[in-house]
């Protein structure tokens, strides 16, 4: 059974910066597609990166319009783990970070969450000023 476990959220300023980790357990497919969600309350999820691998080497990295310039994502390929790279944090940016995957992903779904097979709890980062 494929399990996805995030770390790494938490309180940070605005400006500051943060690194949320997925780590994926029981995956083994050589073609992997992680993505990373959130949710705000009372608003949906949104996409706000993904990063596709094909045997280790990345295929694909996309970041959402609110988060390019000052989020990146990136994959450490020795390890089944996804890294967000969260700095000059906004007040927008408080929510229920959600890691999601599934095998395969391209430029015109990645950041459909209905195509993502498996999710994992959530970890919660929150920014104050």
């Known amino acids: 059974q494929v399990k996805l476990m995030e770390s790494g959220g938490g309180s940070v300023v605005t400006g500051g910066s943060l690194r949320l980790s997925c780590t994926a357990s029981?995956?083994?497919?050589?073609?992997?597609?992680m993505a990373w969600f959130r949710q705000a309350p009372g608003k949906e999820r949104e996409v706000v990166a993904a990063?596709?691998?094909?045997?280790?080497?990345?295929?694909?990295?996309k970041l959402s319009d609110s988060v390019k310039g000052r989020f990146t994502i990136s994959q450490d390929s020795a390890k089944p783990t996804v890294y967000l790279h969260m700095n000059n944090v906004k007040s927008e940016d408080t929510g229920l970070y959600y890691c999601a995957l599934k095998e395969y992903c391209g430029t015109i779904n990645w950041y459909l969450s209905r195509h993502y097979d498996t999710w994992g709890q959530g970890t919660q980062v929150t920014v104050s000023s």
């Open positions: 029981g995956y083994t497919q050589s073609r992997q597609c």
């Open positions: 990063h596709y691998s094909v045997s280790g080497q990345t295929a694909l990295s």
